[in-house]
């Protein structure tokens, strides 16, 4: 049985994973507008991500025997960007789900609930990932300075992401 607190904060991150899916599909758009097929390929493989974050939550709220309660979702603050902007905002909004998840994981410390605190270890390690992944890209787009050449190479590598299997 989840407590309301813990229950609360399960449902809160739905909706964060939901946000950064929604935020990771108008990155997606962002990409095709710059004419990067392979910017706009990673944001969707993202986006697809975000959803199997959202529902690993839902499915551990029900599992539970937990009540899922869904909110709204934000409006993403994602326009008129550059490719190293989309980045930036990629890696920043992936340091602020990583804040969510420690918060999440010292709540069900706090609370003695060890099989949330064991369920959220996957998501400690995903965040590491996450994090090196957008890191990464920002440190090529650096390197290249705008250089359409490098921005190419950049935009080829992106393509060639493909969907987890796992
Ligand atoms: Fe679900 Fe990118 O964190």
Same mark, same amino acid.
């Given at each position: ?37 392979? !910017?706009?390929?990673? !944001? ?25 309660? @869904?909110?709204?979702? &934000? ?27 420690? &918060?999440?994981?010292?709540? &069900? ?13 996957? !998501? ?26 490098? @921005? ?6 992106? &393509? ?7």
């Amino acid at each position: 049985m989840l407590s309301d607190n813990i229950q609360a904060a399960l449902n809160k991150q739905i909706n964060e994973e939901l946000e950064s899916a929604y935020a990771y599909l108008q990155m997606a758009a962002e990409g095709d507008r710059l004419g990067l097929p392979g !910017f706009a390929n990673w !944001f969707r493989l993202q986006y697809g991500e975000e959803l199997a974050h959202a529902d690993r939550f839902f499915n551990y709220i029900l599992e539970r025997n937990g009540e899922v309660k @869904l909110d709204a979702i &934000a409006k993403p603050d994602i326009a008129d960007e550059t490719p190293l902007s989309l980045f930036e905002k990629a890696l920043a909004h992936e340091k602020h789900i990583s804040r969510c998840i420690f &918060a999440l994981k010292d709540l &069900a410390k706090s609370e003695s609930d060890h099989a949330t605190d064991v369920f959220l270890e996957w !998501f400690v390690t995903e965040q590491v990932e996450e994090e090196a992944a957008a890191q990464a890209v920002i440190d090529q787009l650096r390197l290249v300075e705008g250089s359409p050449n490098g @921005l190419f190479m950049i935009d080829r590598e992106l &393509a060639a992401r493909q969907p987890e299997t796992a």
